[in-house]
């Protein structure tokens, strides 16, 4: 099924999402993902099935600053002025998307470079690696001026939005994929499964380990992606680590977590999290001693009680954490 993909390249004001963010609309009138709180996409919508037909991409800005009825027929006093690229996706855009999937998945950053004709229609796109790999449609030569750009932006976690090339005589947006975060829950007791529930809703993917088959069980986790029974020594060495994970550790199980904690200590985790009493994690730190910071108690101090509290409480320091990794300072560039 032919389809359109939508994506903020640059916001001046406030905005329900920023830039980098994108959304799907497909030929039968779905849609996957939002780019705003529901006043952009019914109009963005209209535009499909002309974009499908003519095979061109399309530029649109939405001026919500203003409480007077806008030109697009909302009324929203949003305060931002928000601009919008939507793109066929044909075989050629579909592959390469593929692509980045593939790397996302290795976990490897990826940069993502478009550039733009005078009309506001996508000119060329390519996708780099940190490893140099690049990937897309430009039409000739990378040129080297931009690349010597873009390698800072790899560098330092440059900020998604347009850049001025002068030597290109164009603008291009920029914008760096970052691997899907994994959620290592060590714990399958019922005060874990509302913690997988609101992490796979909030975008992690979850892993769910425990030696108890009866309770680490798929019904018991339906948006778990993996499921692992077994011992802490069994299970560890099937979880390879990488600097995108996040562990929280709830067995409830003093020598099992710790057991656990000893066995992540060395790990290049973003997260760990102990359940338990402050007084509880501290003894169980005593003997185990981790070269990064632990959060406990876990989650976020809003007064939770229950399961299902402390699993808001969880997943709201996740996306906490989370995102300061997301949102980084903007890199200055000298004008070239």
Request: hydrophobic share 40%.
């Amino acid at each position: 099924m032919r389809s359109v993909l939508a994506t903020i390249t640059r916001v001046e004001g406030s905005a329900y999402r920023k830039e980098g963010a994108s959304m799907l609309f497909l030929e039968d009138g779905s849609q996957v993902g939002l780019l705003s709180a529901g006043c952009l996409e019914a109009h963005l919508s209209s535009f499909v099935p002309e974009i499908v037909a003519t095979g061109r991409s399309r530029s649109f800005v939405f001026d919500m600053q203003s409480p007077e009825l806008l030109s697009w027929g909302e009324d929203t006093g949003c305060g931002g002025v928000i601009h919008i690229i939507m793109e066929p996706i044909d075989a050629a855009f579909a592959d390469h998307l593929s692509t980045l999937k593939h790397y996302l998945y290795q976990p490897t950053e990826v940069l993502l470079v478009k550039r733009f004709d005078a009309d506001g229609s996508v000119a060329d796109y390519c996708f780099l690696t940190k490893d140099g790999h690049r990937f897309g449609e430009w039409r000739g030569d990378f040129p080297q001026t931009l690349l010597n750009l873009l390698s800072s932006e790899l560098e330092h976690n440059g900020k998604s939005g347009m850049r001025v090339v002068p030597s290109l005589q164009s603008e291009v947006f920029v914008h760096l994929y970052y691997p899907k975060p994994r959620l290592i829950l060590i714990g399958a007791g019922p005060d874990a499964r509302p913690v997988a529930a609101l992490a796979a809703a909030a975008g992690f993917s979850v892993t769910v380990s425990d030696w108890r088959a009866a309770l680490c069980d798929r019904r018991y986790f339906p948006d778990a992606e993996t499921i692992l029974v077994g011992f802490p020594e069994e299970a560890a060495p099937l979880l390879p680590s990488t600097p995108y994970d996040y562990a929280v550790v709830m067995t409830r199980n003093m020598e099992r977590d710790r057991q656990w904690v000893r066995l992540l200590a060395g790990r290049p985790l973003r997260y760990l999290g102990i359940m338990g009493a402050k007084s509880r994690t501290e003894r169980l730190l005593a003997d185990v001693p981790v070269p990064m910071k632990v959060h406990y108690p876990v989650g976020l101090a809003i007064g939770a009680e229950g399961p299902e509290e402390i699993a808001v409480s969880i997943a709201a320091e996740l996306i906490q954490v989370h995102g300061k990794t997301r949102k980084q300072e903007p890199v200055a560039h000298e004008t070239e």
